[in-house]
């Protein structure tokens, strides 16, 4: 026989039931929790001419630095911040008294500013050319016969390379030791000229020389990277078609300019950024 249900028992389970349905009307308008914004990357920029943008105009100082170079294209993107820009024009990996403010220079200041620290997420560098002589390269091969730049290329890169390859070693792990926990992306250079377009600003085989020997030195760079789990980023493809001689150069010539034979804006927009962007997936960065 079933017990008769007691009145103040009805009246508290009513109250229990209306409570919990008043709790699931509630959290169900409240919605999901959305998730609080991720920092932007705090990013570090280091390097030669190459990594100040030098070539693209508007520079903002005598490092031929311009916000059209790499370093301000990636601060304008929403997932970076530029904590620091070192690069400069002239900077060499290994340090040369009286000359630019070079590799180490800028190594040791970004760390003394608290720029370069275990909290850098995103470092980019670009550095060698300077020291494997390609000013000079350009020179002899502009202004000389072809076999006199091809030994002069070949006996460059010969001399040149093997230091490098031991400096850029050295930098890098001073860079790491800095930034232990960064992503540092380092850029190759990209090739001057365009030699299948014929076009003899100067010679056809010259500009094929001088070529060759961005290879060498790209590779050199490709091997340390890579040693030390930095990313390298070759940019040889992104410039194809895009060197002196083509119809669309990406690659600054001006008689009397200071910055020739570097990448115009449009060479850092639509040969750097896309590079870098391939190879670096920003947004996964984020903590």
């Known amino acids: 026989m079933t017990s008769p249900t007691h009145p103040l028992r009805n009246r508290f389970l009513r109250t229990v039931t209306l409570a919990a349905a008043t709790c699931a009307v509630l959290a169900g308008g409240a919605g999901p929790v959305v998730a609080a914004p991720k920092a932007p990357l705090a990013y570090v920029a280091l390097g030669d001419s190459y990594a100040s943008g030098f070539g693209a105009g508007s520079y903002v100082n005598a490092c031929g630095q311009s916000p059209l170079g790499l370093p301000g294209i990636l601060d304008g993107k929403k997932q970076v911040e530029l904590v620091a820009d070192a690069t400069c024009a002239g900077a060499k990996v290994a340090t040369e008294p009286g000359g630019a403010l070079d590799l180490p220079e800028q190594v040791t200041r970004a760390r003394a500013a608290g720029a370069l620290s275990p909290s850098t997420d995103l470092v980019t560098i670009s550095a060698g050319g300077n020291d494997a002589g390609f000013g000079e390269a350009a020179g002899v091969c502009a202004t000389q016969p072809a ?129 870098v962007r391939s190879a670096v997936n920003f947004a996964q960065l984020q903590r």
């Not at 380092?186 to 060759?212: K, R």
């Not at 669309?248 to 850092?268: M, V």
């Open 147 to 275: 076999p006199v730049c091809a030994q002069f290329v070949a006996g460059q890169n010969a001399a040149s390379l093997p230091v490098l390859a031991l400096n850029l070693d050295a930098l890098y792990k001073s860079i790491k030791a800095a930034a232990p926990n960064a992503t540092v992306v380092v850029t190759g250079y990209p090739h001057l000229f365009s030699p299948e377009f014929g076009n003899p600003m100067i010679p056809v085989a010259s500009q094929t020389a001088f070529n060759a020997g961005t290879d060498s030195l790209n590779t050199v760079i490709r091997q340390q990277a890579t040693a030390n789990g930095f990313t390298f980023v070759d940019l040889v493809p992104k410039f194809e078609g895009h060197g002196l001689g083509s119809p669309s150069p990406w690659i600054t010539f001006r008689a009397g300019a200071a910055d020739n034979l570097h990448p115009t804006a449009e060479g850092y927009k639509s040969g750097y950024f896309p590079a």
